[in-house]
């Protein structure tokens, strides 16, 4: 069986929490049916963007349930369950099994400890034996000097690893990670700003924070390249960038806050942000809106 297993564009989803720290699931549904009317082909759930390692054991099931049900077997869901307490990734790889996701994915072990290479491949493969979908690797800057592409090379080995979610900064590495089993490798662009760069390296989709305000973008960028129309899709990215480059300016350290104040802005109702975040004022949402109507985004609500 092949492992490339997911392909075309994924929002990364916010986790919406109302003020006593509940999932809302109506908004999750809002969502899920707003991005798959854009012509998404699937989810990440409970990953960074939608602040998974800050969430409690609870929260982060429920969100992962009210995506797979929101989703009804639509798109592919696929939930990410890093933690900083390994043992907890087991076990939500558990459940979102049980529950019915489509595939699984995590970050590295904690990043404040140097976890060596052999350490670290045992812990994929003690993920890999707590469920039988298939999971990506998410590959990032933190990997504590370990080489992901060589890391990689190993865990393909096992069955149910088929490959990576590619948040580097290097095209070039992104190219090698594709090199590996043939080509047999699920490699998921990473970085919103690049997702021609890394369709053009050998990508099958993306997974992306920003494609949640702006999916007809990214789902445009993937669905020209595959149709090889480089020049339209080019024209797309510079267009979803200049989104981008305004969400960056106005992160305070995190673009997932200005994300969800985006989603607030077009009438959804994304939730608190987790603790400590502080929300934004009126003063600086209008700032971010008059920024983003600069940078000729398309609000949801005329």
Request: hydrophobic share 40%; proline share 3%; aromatic share 8%.
């Amino acid at each position: 069986m092949s492992k490339i297993q997911f392909t075309g564009i994924m929002p990364a989803l916010i986790t919406p929490l109302d003020a006593a720290g509940k999932v809302k699931k109506a908004v999750v549904k809002t969502l899920v049916d707003r991005y798959l009317d854009a012509g998404v082909d699937g989810f990440y759930s409970v990953g960074g963007t939608g602040e998974g390692v800050l969430l409690t054991l609870d929260q982060r099931k429920a969100m992962a349930e009210a995506a797979i049900e929101a989703n009804a077997g639509r798109g592919k869901v696929i939930v990410h369950t890093g933690a900083i307490n390994s043992l907890e990734v087991l076990e939500l790889t558990r459940f979102a099994t049980a529950a019915g996701a489509d595939g699984i994915s995590s970050i590295m072990p904690s990043i404040y400890f140097k976890y060596n290479f052999k350490e670290t491949l045992r812990f994929y493969s003690d993920i890999a034996k707590n469920t039988d979908l298939p999971i990506l690797i998410y590959a990032n800057h933190t990997g504590a000097g370990i080489n992901m592409n060589e890391l990689m090379a190993e865990l393909l080995k096992i069955d149910n690893i088929c490959g990576a979610k590619d948040t580097r900064s290097s095209n070039f590495a992104m190219w090698q990670l594709k090199q590996l089993n043939g080509g047999d490798i699920n490699v998921i662009n990473g970085p919103d700003e690049a997702l021609l760069c890394g369709l053009c390296m050998g990508a099958d989709g993306g997974i992306g924070a920003t494609y949640g305000v702006m999916p007809e973008l990214f789902v445009g960028i993937y669905r020209a390249y595959k149709a090889g129309d480089i020049a339209k899709a080019q024209q797309l990215q510079y267009q979803a960038n200049k989104v981008i480059k305004v969400l960056l300016d106005f992160a305070e350290g995190s673009v997932i806050k200005p994300v969800k104040e985006l989603l607030r802005i077009n009438g959804i109702d994304a939730g608190y942000d987790v603790y400590p975040a502080d929300e934004y004022t009126p003063e600086r949402t209008k700032a971010l809106t008059e920024a983003l109507k600069r940078a000729g985004y398309e609000f949801w609500q005329k």
